[in-house]
């Protein structure tokens, strides 16, 4: 059990650049999720997926997010035109099922300058 | 909606003693799950202990237990013997029984001192 990883740790981009995020859960997880954490705040949830099924979607992911987990393994969190507003930790967590722990990866820290 | 409240935002506590941490929440759902994670500095969160809504008795894991009293609807975390490494961010967090996602409280801020 090698845990959650994620992909890169840091990122810096300039506003109106596109990044990805990479995220691979732990081999046997069906569940993934992604969630932003902002300096002084709990994480937030933004999205998660069923095996291959994004299946629910925060109103916090605008038009310029999108997610996807082609083969239920791992998942991207992919931001188009980045705005300062975006600076943040992203998280991705996985568990087993419905009402499983979380685990967590260690995360994305964003800087949009 | 559900809302998880954490009202201190920094505690700090003397190696060896024992300290507790604070946890609301709101919610009209019956079944659910809550959750203490830990979040040492620059590194990543990590579960401290999960008490099931339906369950009376209170969770324990080693020096970590919970009093939770559902009607009340508070969930506090309390640390025994604490030690330097439990100096972290603690974020108290709520799931329904659908388990689709976790409702986070803004964390209290734990320092051990030696």
């Known amino acids: 059990d090698t845990g959650v990883s994620q992909d890169p740790r840091h990122k810096i981009t300039k506003r109106g650049q596109n990044v990805t995020f990479r995220c691979d859960p732990i081999s046997e997880h069906n569940r993934l999720y992604w969630y932003r954490q902002t300096l002084g705040q709990g994480p937030e949830f933004l999205t998660y997926f069923q095996n291959e099924a994004q299946l629910e979607k925060s109103r916090l992911l605008s038009d310029r997010f999108s997610a996807e987990r082609p083969k239920g393994s791992f998942s991207t969190l992919e931001i188009q035109r980045t705005e300062q507003g975006d600076s943040a930790m992203y998280l991705c967590a996985s568990s087993l099922n419905t009402g499983q722990t979380q685990y967590f990866g260690p995360g994305t820290r964003l800087l949009v300058l | 909606a559900q809302t998880v409240t954490q009202s201190q935002p920094e505690m700090s506590v003397q190696e060896a003693e024992t300290v507790t941490l604070s946890c609301t929440y709101d919610t009209s759902e019956s079944n659910y799950y809550l959750f203490w994670y830990k979040q040492p500095p620059s590194r990543q969160m990590i579960l401290v202990i999960r008490q099931e809504a339906y369950k009376q008795q209170n ?49 209290t801020s734990l320092t051990v001192i030696p």
């Not at chain 2, 009340?72 to 330097?84: E, H, M």
């Not at chain 2, 439990?86 to 409280?105: E, L, P, R, V």
């Open chain 2, 59 to 107: 969770a324990t894991e080693n020096r970590f237990s919970v009093n939770f009293q559902k009607a009340a609807k508070s969930f506090s975390l309390k640390i025994s013997d604490s030690q330097l490494g439990d100096t972290a961010m603690y974020f108290c967090a709520f799931m329904k029984d659908t388990g689709n996602q976790f409702y986070f409280g803004t964390g």
